[in-house]
């Protein structure tokens, strides 16, 4: 098992709906999203909006950055 690379969260801006928006992730999270993003063959601003809708429409959403990471966890886990 590989050791994990701890690391103090990253500020990126990414564009969400033509809106510019900073989102602050640990470099194990930006990542996986990189990942995730390739997988789906879609910029990763592509892959944020989809997760920003998805946490929007839910009931008691998250803020954006809280969202990525839980939708990165459930992706992880399989889901």
Known sequence: ME???????VKRSVLIAGHPTSISLEPIFWRA???AAR????P????VAEIDA????AQS???L?????????ARALGG
Do not use: C
């Open 44 to 47: 990763v601003n592509a892959l």
């Open 3 to 9: 050791a994990v690379g701890y690391g103090s969260p």
């Open 33 to 35: 999203l990189e990942e």
């Open 39 to 42: 997988e789906r063959s879609r």
């Open 54 to 57: 998805a946490r929007i429409a």
């Open 65 to 73: 950055t809280s969202a990525i990471r839980q939708w990165l966890f």
């Open 61 to 63: 959403p998250p803020n």
